[in-house]
């Protein structure tokens, strides 16, 4: 019971949306972590098949695909969750949040570990993918549509196909985790910045050509003279 109340708190603090605790049963995200916890448990005493059947039953029913062998932490909450698609040998930390169409998958040439090891507090973008056996850090916001292929450190946001961060802006704190702030829209635009800058460099060259050119006309006018 302690489980079931642990879940309808988490839904509620992260959707707005529900009006009362009774609602929480209409949420496929409650349906898929309790079928979950049943699947992975019979995955860890090796009884595959039933492992997979309840999988595969709880994937029909909510349309979220969670391997019965990955782990998952506490308070993890999938929002919608349509398309959402969890590997074999992912690891998910605790209070982390997926939007849907996320996946947490292999790059198909991997052998053991497949899959992604995501860090604590950690807020994932709608239709984000996060392949491979990389690790994303504590504190980190992958922005929407996002591709992330190799490691995140902690407290960046990433975004970009193929993702990206810079330690030029702010970090997010330790203390307010992205998973909380539930914000996919306040990312930074990196390859709008890189194109300011390399827009800036040009002009500063330009200018710079143009000032050697007026310079050297001056001095031919003088000679002239």
């Not at 959402?84 to 040439?109: P, S």
């Not at 960046?156 to 030029?168: C, Q, Y």
């Amino acid at each position: 019971m302690s489980f079931l109340k642990e879940e309808i708190r988490v839904i509620k603090k992260k959707d707005p949306a529900i009006k009362s605790s009774i609602e929480v049963l209409l949420y496929p995200c409650f349906w898929a972590v309790l079928n979950h916890r049943i699947a992975h448990k019979l995955y860890r005493k090796k009884k595959y098949f039933l492992a997979r059947l309840v999988s595969q039953l709880s994937r029909s029913l909510t349309g979220i695909e969670i391997h019965p062998g990955a782990r998952i932490g506490k308070n993890f909450f999938i929002d919608h969750g349509m398309g959402v698609v969890i590997g074999e040998t992912c690891e998910i930390g605790n209070n982390v949040l997926l939007y849907q169409g996320v996946t947490l998958g292999g790059t198909g040439k991997d052998t053991g570990k497949r899959h992604p090891t995501i860090g604590n507090n950690v807020m994932i973008g709608s239709g984000a993918k996060v392949l491979g056996p990389i690790k994303v850090g504590n504190n980190v916001k992958i922005g929407s549509g996002s591709v992330v292929l190799k490691d995140v450190p902690d407290n960046v946001t990433a975004v970009g196909v193929p993702a990206r961060w810079s330690n030029k802006y702010e970090k997010n704190s330790e203390n307010d985790h992205p998973s909380d702030n539930i914000d996919q829209l306040k990312v930074p635009d990196i390859l709008q910045d890189e194109i300011d800058s390399l827009k800036k460099k040009v002009e500063d060259l330009e200018k710079r050509i143009s000032d050697k050119e007026n310079d050297e006309t001056q001095i031919e006018l003088k000679k002239a003279e």
